[in-house]
């Protein structure tokens, strides 16, 4: 931060000062706390959609987006410098916004709760620069769109228990493109503010972003027990449901090292701090393993916060990234004042919550390996359709050449204390016909894999009979026609 420098967010096109705020706050009490009140605490973990706002982000050309978050997660420190746009900035009373306006005469909000949530998730996809352009559509929630080309999967993370969803869903169809001077739209061909230093502290602790990963990385190593967050939709939760504190957080969210898609001739390295939605388009369908698993992950709202690194250094053992990102047969690239350090993903998780990564590094990057496998599949396991976390995930990707499998890759997710590879049916696989006996064979390996438990979320044997069934699975999806060996 620059001495003198005004810690700051532009709200609603007027600038409001973060002085003076504790650095665990977020930005939904922050708001609120400056009179803004039409963002909604629901569940404080970002899963209901009511915290929703806008923030001006890259567009990944020299131009802004209007991006829905849940205001619940980040921290209010991360905004400095940026501009947000809530529920009040969109209209008035008396001169609504066309995606209130929708909502109010097709019946869209009874109590009104989540209302402002759902004001905001489908303004930032009624201003998406290409929505009248149906044939740039990416992911397999592509085919709920409207003729207007608005993808109801903006809506994924907002919910509703008054209307039914149909009105909202009526409501989202009848949006026309936006007016030729209204202001956001016009703001969109302008680069957002660029990222800036930032330090704020407060009774629990300090919240700093550096300018750069030396930075960065200067900051970790003076404070090695420092909490590291990007998109905050881990942490965030901890903070609001768990009361959560850390005497030093870093920033990393927007630092450019980390921000970056490099494809090689041997490798696709992507940068940790990119949201799982800049990813998907930065990497424009290259790798289809990701493809399927983006539309499973969370929510449009939490994947417009939630990274890759992020993903990865959590060490959970129910992500969903990290079974695919086995299955590609991933490194992490780790920086360090040292420098980089490669270390294949299969290595980096040593047990629950746990991981190789000393204190003063950092997750860099993450390198995918080339050329790809071409069979490819991802099967997530869970309650709901969206927003749900997985009882379990299988990631699978095969090498068939003429009809033999020359080469197997299986991540797993959900069955043990880390997400794990499958390596038994991997080996059960390899060398053998690709043929419904040896897939029966295989899957029946796979069945053994991992350590499942009993949990709320499904059985241990639930969970197994699951690994059992994706193998088969993957073959009646490749060849429909063939049940039962010839």
């Known amino acids: 931060m620059t001495p003198g420098q005004r810690l700051s967010v532009t709200v609603n096109g007027t600038e409001r000062g973060l002085a003076g705020t504790d650095p665990a706050t977020n930005a939904l009490d922050w708001l609120r706390g400056q009179g803004l009140t039409g963002a909604k605490e629901g569940c404080a973990e970002g899963e209901c959609g009511a915290c929703a706002v806008l923030v001006a982000r890259p567009d990944g050309g020299s131009g802004t987006e209007w991006t829905a978050v849940n205001a619940c997660l980040v921290p209010a420190a991360s905004l400095d410098g940026q501009e947000v746009v809530t529920a009040e900035g969109l209209g008035t009373p008396d001169h609504l916004h066309p995606v209130q306006h929708e909502m109010a005469v097709r019946g869209g909000s009874q109590c009104g709760y989540c209302t402002p949530g759902f004001v905001c998730s489908m303004a930032a996809e009624y201003y998406r620069a290409d929505r009248q352009d149906d044939t740039a559509r990416v992911g397999s929630d592509a085919h709920e769109s409207g003729p207007n080309g608005f993808r109801l999967g903006a809506l994924s993370g907002n919910l509703c228990r008054c209307t039914g969803y149909r009105p909202i869903r009526d409501a989202a169809f009848a949006l026309a493109s936006p007016a030729a001077d209204d ?70 969210d927007r630092l450019p090292e980390l921000r970056r898609v490099e494809v090689g001739d041997d490798a696709v390295e992507i940068g940790a701090a990119l949201t799982l939605t800049e990813l998907e388009r930065e990497l424009a369908g290259r790798i289809p393993l ?132 499958a390596l038994a049916t991997e080996a059960a696989l390899e060398g053998r016909a690709w043929t419904t006996s040896t897939v029966q064979a295989a899957a029946e390996v796979m069945r053994g894999e991992g350590t499942p438990l009993d949990d709320h979320r499904a059985s241990a044997a639930y969970r197994s009979a699951v690994l059992g069934t994706s193998l088969l699975r993957v073959l009646a999806d490749e060849q429909p026609e063939r049940r039962v060996d010839a």
């Open 183 to 252: 202001v956001l739209a016009l703001r969109r061909s302008d680069a957002p503010r660029p990222p800036v230093g930032t330090r704020l502290s407060g009774d629990t602790g300090t919240y700093a972003r550096a300018a750069d990963l030396d930075e960065a990385l200067d900051l970790l190593t003076d404070h090695p027990d420092a909490v590291v967050v990007a998109g905050s939709t881990d942490w965030g939760v901890d903070v609001s449901l768990r009361g959560a504190r850390a005497r030093f957080v870093i920033g990393i």
């Open 290 to 421: 990701l493809d399927q698993v983006f539309p499973q992950f969370a929510s449009r709202l939490i994947r417009n916060g939630a990274t890759l690194g992020g993903n990865v250094g959590t060490a959970s053992p129910i992500g969903d990234l990290p079974p695919a990102l086995l299955a590609l047969e991933a490194v992490v690239v780790l920086a360090s004042p040292d420098g980089d350090r490669q270390v294949p993903l299969a290595d980096y998780w040593t047990g629950y919550r746990q991981s190789v990564r000393r204190p003063d590094e950092l997750i860099r990057a993450v390198r995918i390996p080339l050329p790809l496998s071409p069979t490819t599949a991802f099967h997530k396991i869970a309650k709901r359709r969206y927003d749900d976390i997985s009882s379990v995930a299988v990631a699978v990707a095969l090498d068939v050449v003429d009809g033999s499998v020359r080469r197997a890759r299986i991540g797993l997710g959900g069955v043990a204390a880390t997400p794990v590879r």
